[in-house]
């Protein structure tokens, strides 16, 4: 019966056959795509322990309406380009073929998003989404850094499948059905097919729209937000769609009210700020959080080591429960040193980590810290170092243009950038540079070289071996006890860490060194939740034999912006401190608060509360693990750590846009 419905009336059933085959395929393609999301995963659903069924077929029910949006998106204008050509006779084979020709490209691109989220998500914890773009500035580096890496091969194999088979199957149904189906049409048509045809153009075009949307409700379409139904992490992600994600968090970024942020008004910011820190009075002429930290009469000049080691959370060390003993050599500092047992980093990404360790400001929520022109000024533990004539250097494993840490050092107190160009090529073994311990065997050479003029120096590094590709250098005393690579490589991090130690223990500035291990951001890791905190808590030790002779545990909650304010407070150092950064050997903190691109986290000493970016607020006890949403019953918790939290990001934004971040003046106070 339909067959001859068709048969009889292709001039009006033909666009809405194409529409809905077109549809289909898209959708059975994205349902394939998003099995392989959940393999790729599949570790992760074992934190799931009732109702794994039936949460799982609604994350792909969800699946599907995103999915939906995507193809209708896809669809939209080629679709009018075929049912307006194709009720012209004479334009009939170009409508089709440019309907065609359009999903052959705009479907695969999509697919290939949807591929490239699967290593993505591994390393971040999200899926793609505009934070993506901080890298695009460095293509052949990031180009390197994916195909090094022999893990993220087994997802090419099955992306040349998927376009192959796609396209194979567009061009089969278009040069032997649907072209021949117009050949064999009437050439008369009559009022009925014609009515009919614009009835069904109406019916396409009205289900797109609701496609488009998402969903039937008037008020909003539907939102990232509509995917997190559950309290696990992983099966609300599973329901996104990456290219969805990445489209809508680029449509946020370019918005006209997205350019700044808008999280709570300046000046109440600036005030709540201001009572965090404790200021009562402030300098004149000087940023409104600047305040003199003079602790003694006297300031100890000794020289400073600063190791910024990737992606080393807690996660991954014994004390934390770790039973691999991954890092011997950082435990073993540690027990000779004073040790931040909660410090968390501002954000997950490198450039986070190294700018708010060494200037004391939090990441800005899916703002790029150090790739903005003109640089603006930062003051913070270089600025100050440099006032008391210390020698600024920082060392790292790759190209220094890579995220704009060479300018934004360089602009910002630093006298010397040592990178991957300062190596020879025999040297660099992949695309993240150098080995660890080859660039600190490079850093004792140099500074033992120049240390006979007796300044005072500081040394910052910033490692690079626990980071994909992972390449494990041969021809070296290290032999890794695990066999996954992913552990292999922080049992090197670490041995290098030893070996950098035990080199400079043979110089004479070793004895008159304070050396300070921390991260630029921990690694997604077990977390049952959408931020996770194995991402943020990380190490802070302060390593100094001549200066501490036992271990000292500090567990008081702290932030990665506090490094640099204790170790001056360490050092008894004289100085104006102009940024949100504490001295966590003379006073405390009530939260935590870090970034997760473009989701905000805040804890205290057991309550976990996450910020969505559409205001959404979610509270777990995290001290137990526990993934029930309590916010409901801690709402004035709640309210005060959001208030602390956009306070925190807000005024520093203010600061920012006012250039309140650079050189003090050296103002007097005024109440």
Request: proline share 4%.
């Given at each position: 019966?339909?067959?001859?419905i068709?048969?009889?009336?292709?001039?009006?059933?033909?666009?809405?056959k194409?529409?809905?085959?077109?549809?289909?395929?898209?959708?059975?393609?994205?349902?394939?795509?998003?099995?392989?999301?959940?393999?790729?995963?599949?570790?992760?659903?074992?934190?799931?322990?009732?109702h794994?069924?039936?949460?799982?077929?609604?994350?792909?029910?969800?699946?599907?309406?995103?999915?939906t949006v995507?193809?209708?998106y896809?669809?939209?204008?080629?679709?009018?380009?075929?049912?307006?050509?194709?009720?012209?006779?004479?334009?009939?084979?170009?409508?089709?073929?440019?309907?065609?020709?359009?999903?052959?490209?705009?479907?695969?691109l999509?697919?290939?998003?949807?591929?490239a989220?699967?290593?993505?998500?591994?390393?971040?914890?999200?899926?793609?989404?505009?934070?993506?773009f901080?890298?695009?500035?460095?293509?052949?580096?990031?180009?390197?850094?994916?195909?090094?890496?022999?893990?993220?091969?087994?997802?090419?194999?099955?992306?040349?499948?998927?376009?192959?088979?796609?396209?194979?199957?567009?061009?089969?149904?278009?040069?032997?059905?649907?072209?021949?189906?117009?050949?064999?049409?009437?050439?008369?048509?009559?009022?009925?097919?014609?009515?009919?045809?614009?009835?069904?153009?109406?019916?396409v075009?009205?289900l797109?729209?609701?496609?488009?949307?998402?969903?039937?409700?008037k008020?909003?379409?539907?939102?990232?937000?509509?995917?997190?139904?559950?309290?696990?992490?992983?099966?609300?992600?599973?329901?996104?769609?990456?290219?969805?994600?990445?489209?809508?968090?680029?449509l946020?970024?370019?918005?006209?009210?997205?350019?700044?942020?808008?999280?709570?008004?300046?000046?109440?910011?600036?005030?709540?700020?201001?009572?965090?820190?404790?200021?009562?009075?402030?300098?004149?002429?000087?940023?409104?959080?600047?305040r003199?930290?003079?602790?003694?009469?006297?300031?100890?000049?000794?020289?400073?080591?600063?190791?910024?080691?990737e992606?080393?959370?807690?996660?991954?060390?014994?004390?934390?429960?770790?039973?691999?003993?991954?890092?011997?050599?950082?435990?073993?500092?540690?027990?000779?040193?004073?040790?931040?047992?909660?410090?968390?980093?501002?954000?997950?990404?490198?450039?986070?980590?190294?700018?708010?360790?060494?200037?004391?400001?939090?990441?800005?929520?899916?703002?790029?810290?150090?790739?903005?022109?003109?640089?603006?000024?930062?003051?913070?533990l270089?600025?100050?170092?440099?006032?008391?004539?210390y020698?600024?250097?920082?060392?790292?494993?790759?190209?220094?243009q890579?995220?704009?840490?060479?300018?934004f050092l360089?602009?910002?107190?630093f006298?010397?950038?040592?990178?991957?160009?300062?190596?020879?090529?025999?040297?660099?073994?992949?695309?993240?540079?150098?080995?660890?311990?080859?660039?600190?065997?490079?850093?004792?050479?140099?500074?033992?070289?120049?240390?006979?003029?007796?300044?005072?120096?500081?040394a910052?590094?910033?490692?690079?071996?626990?980071?994909?590709?992972?390449?494990i250098?041969?021809?070296?005393?290290?032999?890794?006890?695990?066999?996954?690579i992913?552990?292999?490589?922080?049992?090197?991090?670490?041995?290098?860490?030893?070996?950098?130690?035990e080199?400079?223990?043979n110089?004479?500035?070793?004895?008159?060194?304070?050396?300070?291990?921390?991260?630029d951001?921990?690694?997604?890791?077990?977390?049952?939740?959408?931020?996770?905190?194995?991402?943020?808590?990380?190490?802070?030790?302060?390593?100094?034999?001549?200066?501490?002779?036992?271990?000292?545990?500090?567990?008081?909650?702290?932030?990665?912006?506090?490094?640099?304010?204790?170790?001056?407070?360490?050092?008894?150092?004289?100085?104006?401190?102009?940024?949100?950064?504490?001295?966590?050997?003379?006073?405390?903190?009530?939260?935590?608060?870090?970034?997760?691109?473009?989701?905000?986290?805040?804890?205290?000493?057991?309550?976990?509360?996450?910020?969505?970016?559409?205001?959404?607020?979610?509270?777990?006890?995290?001290?137990?693990?526990?993934?029930?949403?309590?916010?409901?019953k801690?709402?004035?918790?709640?309210?005060?750590?959001?208030?602390?939290?956009?306070?925190?990001?807000?005024?520093?934004?203010?600061?920012?846009?006012?250039?309140?971040?650079?050189?003090?003046?050296?103002g007097?106070?005024?109440?």
């Amino acid at each position: 019966m339909i067959r001859h419905i068709v048969k009889k009336f292709p001039f009006w059933i033909n666009p809405f056959k194409y529409f809905l085959k077109m549809y289909l395929l898209g959708i059975l393609f994205y349902t394939v795509l998003r099995l392989l999301f959940f393999i790729a995963n599949y570790s992760q659903f074992a934190q799931i322990h009732s109702h794994k069924g039936s949460l799982l077929c609604y994350a792909f029910f969800m699946g599907w309406r995103f999915d939906t949006v995507v193809s209708m998106y896809i669809l939209a204008f080629p679709a009018v380009v075929l049912f307006v050509f194709y009720y012209l006779r004479k334009t009939r084979k170009f409508s089709i073929s440019f309907f065609f020709m359009f999903c052959s490209v705009i479907y695969p691109l999509s697919y290939l998003i949807s591929f490239a989220d699967i290593p993505y998500y591994s390393q971040f914890g999200n899926r793609l989404n505009i934070m993506a773009f901080t890298w695009f500035d460095h293509p052949t580096f990031v180009f390197k850094m994916i195909f090094g890496e022999v893990r993220y091969w087994i997802f090419i194999i099955p992306l040349i499948g998927v376009i192959w088979l796609w396209i194979r199957i567009l061009l089969k149904n278009k040069r032997y059905g649907l072209l021949a189906e117009i050949e064999s049409m009437s050439h008369r048509i009559s009022k009925i097919q014609i009515s009919a045809y614009w009835l069904s153009a109406v019916l396409v075009f009205g289900l797109m729209f609701v496609g488009l949307r998402g969903r039937m409700e008037k008020k909003t379409p539907i939102l990232i937000g509509t995917a997190f139904f559950s309290n696990y992490n992983i099966i609300n992600q599973l329901g996104l769609n990456p290219s969805f994600t990445l489209l809508r968090s680029w449509l946020d970024d370019i918005g006209t009210d997205n350019k700044q942020l808008k999280l709570t008004d300046d000046t109440l910011a600036v005030a709540d700020l201001q009572k965090s820190l404790g200021i009562q009075q402030t300098l004149i002429g000087e940023s409104p959080i600047a305040r003199m930290q003079n602790d003694s009469l006297h300031a100890d000049t000794p020289n400073i080591v600063l190791v910024i080691m990737e992606s080393m959370s807690t996660d991954k060390m014994h004390r934390y429960g770790n039973s691999l003993n991954l890092t011997p050599n950082l435990e073993h500092l540690a027990s000779h040193a004073i040790f931040f047992n909660r410090i968390y980093t501002a954000g997950i990404h490198t450039f986070n980590g190294i700018f708010s360790t060494l200037y004391s400001f939090p990441a800005l929520l899916k703002k790029h810290s150090m790739n903005e022109f003109p640089i603006p000024e930062y003051f913070g533990l270089p600025g100050v170092l440099k006032q008391y004539g210390y020698q600024n250097t920082f060392y790292l494993t790759h190209d220094d243009q890579f995220d704009n840490v060479g300018g934004f050092l360089k602009s910002n107190f630093f006298d010397k950038i040592v990178s991957q160009s300062d190596y020879t090529s025999e040297q660099v073994i992949g695309p993240l540079g150098v080995p660890d311990h080859v660039m600190f065997e490079h850093a004792v050479k140099e500074i033992t070289r120049t240390q006979s003029s007796g300044i005072p120096f500081f040394a910052a590094f910033m490692t690079g071996s626990d980071h994909g590709p992972y390449i494990i250098p041969k021809d070296i005393p290290f032999k890794p006890k695990t066999s996954d690579i992913k552990t292999a490589i922080v049992e090197y991090a670490d041995w290098a860490i030893g070996h950098f130690i035990e080199l400079a223990k043979n110089e004479k500035w070793f004895s008159n060194t304070i050396f300070v291990f921390v991260a630029d951001h921990g690694y997604w890791g077990r977390s049952a939740y959408e931020v996770s905190l194995d991402y943020h808590h990380t190490p802070f030790i302060v390593y100094a034999p001549e200066f501490i002779q036992k271990e000292v545990n500090n567990n008081k909650i702290g932030l990665q912006i506090d490094v640099a304010p204790t170790i001056l407070g360490f050092l008894h150092l004289n100085y104006i401190n102009n940024t949100p950064g504490i001295n966590l050997l003379a006073t405390e903190r009530k939260y935590a608060i870090f970034s997760s691109d473009e989701k905000i986290g805040c804890i205290n000493d057991s309550l976990f509360l996450i910020i969505r970016d559409d205001g959404t607020r979610l509270m777990f006890n995290y001290k137990i693990n526990s993934i029930e949403n309590i916010i409901n019953k801690h709402k004035a918790i709640a309210d005060s750590m959001e208030r602390a939290s956009y306070s925190l990001i807000q005024a520093s934004q203010w600061l920012k846009i006012n250039k309140l971040t650079g050189k003090p003046k050296g103002g007097s106070f005024q109440k």
